[in-house]
């Protein structure tokens, strides 16, 4: 059996679209998506849409329970920072995100970061191998995940961890390229091979206007755009950024204030801030 693999696409449409094109020459008997479809990205129903359409077996990630959540009205996701989750809510249907959580075949199996654990730091190797030293494998234990944006890999004891990569947001990789994976298992043997794609990213921006995710959330739009185009994680520093100045003004979350600030105050990779990058032709 061959499956194709990719994770944490996270509505990046232009991305995706390349990807599953490139995929298609090896043939893969079936495709899997690790989780995080959507967020963060500017084209969650597109991005349904053609995973639906490719017959992709999408599996739940941390940022499908995000959004779940915020359409619930969950409070712990009522800061400006969470606007994102909010733009997504407003779009979809708890039916289109609601996918399993795990996936076994043949003696792999697939989620997003751990079976029992959305966000587990597969991204951070010395945080996650004391973790994962601390757990029981009795058997032999192939996990293939998500959820760290660059590929990485464990092996201990028992137990072997392949996280593929983000598809649609890197976090430190080549601008204009997204990773996948293929799987192939035969008579209980595995053999996984990672690989990467080009895709033209100069229609991102043009992207984010047009889906009103720019209108919507400027600055997180802002953020996730310019990632997405050079592969390089915004996010957490701002994010960081943000904290430390909610929590200087004793905020219990992040006001609206406290994000625009800090968009003033952020060191643009272009050195535009949010409001000259949308209005600029």
Not at 18 to 33: G, N
Not at 176 to 183: D, E, K, N
Request: glycine content about 8%; some cysteine; overall charge negative.
């Amino acid at each position: 059996m061959r499956i194709g693999l990719i994770a944490d696409v996270h509505s990046n449409i232009l991305a995706l679209e390349a990807v599953l094109s490139e995929m298609k020459r090896h043939a893969p008997d079936r495709i899997i998506s690790l989780g995080d479809q959507i967020n963060l990205g500017p084209c969650p129903k597109e991005t349904l849409a053609l995973l639906s359409e490719e017959n992709v077996t999408c599996l739940h990630g941390n940022h499908e329970r995000y959004v779940l959540a915020a359409m619930d009205n969950d409070p712990n996701y009522a800061g400006a920072n969470f606007a994102s989750l909010r733009y997504n809510a407003s779009l979809l249907t708890k039916e289109e995100i609601t996918f399993p959580w795990t996936l076994e075949i043949e003696g792999v199996t697939f989620c997003h970061a751990m079976p029992d654990n959305d966000r587990f730091p597969v991204f951070e190797t010395r945080e996650a191998m004391p973790l994962l030293r601390g757990m029981r494998f009795d058997t032999p234990t192939h996990i293939i995940c998500g959820h760290g944006h660059n590929p990485t890999h464990y092996s201990m004891g028992n137990l072997s961890i392949d996280s593929i990569g983000s598809a649609g947001c890197m976090d430190d990789g080549v601008p204009g390229t997204t990773p996948y994976a293929i799987l192939d298992i035969e008579h209980g043997e595995t053999g996984l091979r990672p690989y990467y794609t080009s895709y033209d990213t100069g229609p991102m921006r043009e992207r984010f206007l047009k889906s009103g995710m720019a209108e919507y959330c400027p600055i997180m739009a802002h953020i996730i755009c310019l990632q997405m185009m050079h592969n390089k994680d915004y996010l957490l520093r701002f994010v960081r950024q943000a904290c430390a100045l909610a929590d200087e003004r004793g905020e219990q979350t992040i006001s609206t204030q406290t994000w625009s600030d800090v968009d003033n105050a952020f060191p643009w990779p272009d050195g535009i801030s949010t409001a000259e990058f949308w209005r600029k032709r």
